[in-house]
């Protein structure tokens, strides 16, 4: 189980910022579990953004919204009403938030934090996508996470051993910032990434601080 | 004046600065750094300490500054990021100023797998632009990142570093562009070889008009073998040394005399760039060449500021 918290209503609509109309993915596997991201609370969340005067185009439930081609072929039957959208919004955990990133060249904003893993790594399986930071930061990094991806963990990338597309840690491993240039760069955003990012809150990250969800019974 | 070290002085009024490096000993002892200042401060304005360079530990750069102060030498304290929280970057921000030291470079630092721990862990608790955030937020506001007071004045000179070779091209600019919003007062670059690819960088600072709001000095590597240089070539992350460079050593009967040669041509050009306001120049292993380097480039004797 994929632990994860819904970001404060704040946080979103100030990544909504000037867009009209979004488009909400939820999730049925964990996200539904931990009451971040089920039919229910994007109900909840089409709610609270049509009150606040957004437009939601449409809403898509994926069983596990973490498994890239289950993704992918459950967005086909909205495909217009997406593509008609400002953006999405994404109510699941951070590996399900980067598949939907990478199926659509479309802004992707992050709706929940994942603060745990649970020991599992999502249904989608060839890597590491997504470091339990309990802060996700991907709607600065066009839905591909720093995180887990940038060997230094930064968040104003890419360090001066970027060459090539490779980190500088070894020729076997691209450079996360390279591709999150990249994406910003085919979805026309590379704006997000000119303000000053503060320090983050490793205190909320897995393995940051102290534990927060103590196992009770040894 | 924010710090009115000799650095920014010499810089703020417009004269062409000339930086070079030292690296602090595997050992306590105090000799090598003392030295190398007494020969180099003449031919300097500032002279750099590496922090732990390529990960490789070395006594710190903290106590290499205080050293050169005391062979009068401006020192620029050199600080990654792998190696500290901010608990501690703060900490020693503090200490470095008590201690007189006014010039602060901020880097990533190279990655902890490339140095003789590799199997340490890495902090990267901030990142360089953010310390170079914190760092202004620290002298300008007098405050720390959790917004506490700091008591006193907390003068800081503060530099970074950029590397035009590195990819994406287009987008490095930005990137420096980022660096220069959290407060960048001057950068050092990575060694220049490849100077028409330096132009363009330049060119690009120009359009993006940065020009006139960071300190740009070109850094220049002396390389004394065709060995180093295809080393440099092959295996060092982020540095581009043509082919070109590697061949004329390679063909040359004197090698460090075309190694000379070739820093000389270098900064003829770099010289010509009315944007670049100084160089940097990074003789680790051949700090005797630095004298004659800014000798015969004409950039003697040092202004008095
Ligand atoms: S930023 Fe990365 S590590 Fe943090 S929650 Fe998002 S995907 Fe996970
Ligand atoms: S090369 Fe890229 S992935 Fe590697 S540490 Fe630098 S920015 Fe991060």
Redesign the pocket.
């Known amino acids: 189980m994929l632990i994860t918290e819904q970001k404060p209503m704040e946080e979103i609509l100030s990544y909504l910022g000037g867009e009209e109309k979004v488009f909400i993915v939820g999730c049925k596997g964990c996200a539904e579990g931990c009451q971040t991201g089920g039919e229910q609370q994007a109900i909840g969340m089409e709610k609270e953004l049509e009150a606040e005067g957004k437009t939601v185009t449409g809403i898509c439930l994926v069983d596990f919204a973490c498994n890239e081609q289950l993704t992918r072929m459950m967005f086909e039957a909205h495909e217009s009403k997406i593509v008609d959208s400002d953006s999405l919004l994404v109510l699941c955990c951070?590996?399900g938030?980067?598949a939907v990133a990478s199926v659509v060249d479309k802004v992707v904003h992050?709706g929940c934090?994942?603060v745990s893993l649970g020991g599992r790594h999502g249904e989608w399986r060839d890597g590491e996508?997504?470091?339990?930071?309990?802060?996700?930061?991907?709607e600065y990094t066009g839905g591909i996470?720093p995180?887990?991806r940038c060997a230094k963990q930064i968040l104003h990338g890419p360090c001066g051993g970027s060459v090539g597309g490779k980190c500088e840690v070894s020729p076997d491993l691209p450079c996360g910032w390279q591709l999150i240039i990249d994406r910003l760069t085919r979805i026309g955003r590379l704006d997000r990434l000119t303000d000053v990012v503060p320090p983050k809150d490793w205190g909320v990250s897995l393995t940051g601080g102290p534990p927060t969800r103590p196992i009770k019974r040894q | 004046m924010k710090a009115g070290t000799n650095l920014e002085k010499v810089l703020e009024s417009k004269r062409f600065a000339v930086t070079a490096e030292v690296g602090p000993p595997k050992g306590a002892g105090t000799s090598g750094v003392l030295k190398k200042g007494e020969k180099l401060k003449e031919f300097t304005d500032a002279i750099n300490v590496t922090d732990n360079q390529t990960a490789i530990v070395r006594m710190c750069s903290l106590a290499g500054c205080t050293l050169l102060k005391r062979v009068g030498v401006d020192p620029v304290l050199q600080m990654v990021v792998r190696d500290r929280n901010r608990i501690a970057i703060q900490s020693d921000i503090l200490g470095a100023v008590a201690l007189g030291i006014g010039n602060i470079l901020c880097l990533s630092g190279d990655y902890q797998s490339f140095g003789n721990h590799p199997t340490a862990k890495g902090v990267y608790d901030l990142d360089s632009v953010q310390l170079i955030n914190t760092l202004k937020k620290m002298r300008d506001e007098r405050k720390f990142i959790c917004g506490e007071a700091i008591a006193g004045e907390l003068p800081l000179f503060i530099g970074a570093v950029e590397n035009p070779f590195a990819d994406p091209f287009e987008y490095r600019v930005f990137r420096l562009a980022r660096k220069v919003k959290a407060g960048v007062d001057f950068i050092q670059t990575q060694a220049v070889f490849d100077v028409a690819r330096f132009e363009k960088w330049m060119k690009l600072i120009k359009d993006h008009g940065l020009e006139e709001q960071v300190h740009i000095l070109a850094g220049i590597i002396p390389v004394k073998s065709a060995g180093m240089a295809r080393y440099m070539r092959d295996y060092v992350s982020g540095v581009t040394v043509p082919d070109e460079v590697v061949t004329r050593l390679e063909q040359a009967t004197d090698v460090k005399e075309e190694g000379l040669k070739i820093s000389l041509e270098i900064i003829e050009q770099i010289m010509e760039i009315p944007q670049v306001h100084g160089i940097h120049i990074m003789a680790v292993g051949w700090e005797e060449i630095v004298p004659v380097i800014v000798e015969q480039a004409g950039l003697l004797p040092r202004p008095e500021v």
Request: aromatic share 0%.
């Open positions: 951070g590996i938030i980067q992050p934090n994942t996508r997504c470091q339990e930071c309990g802060q996700c930061v991907l996470c995180i887990a």
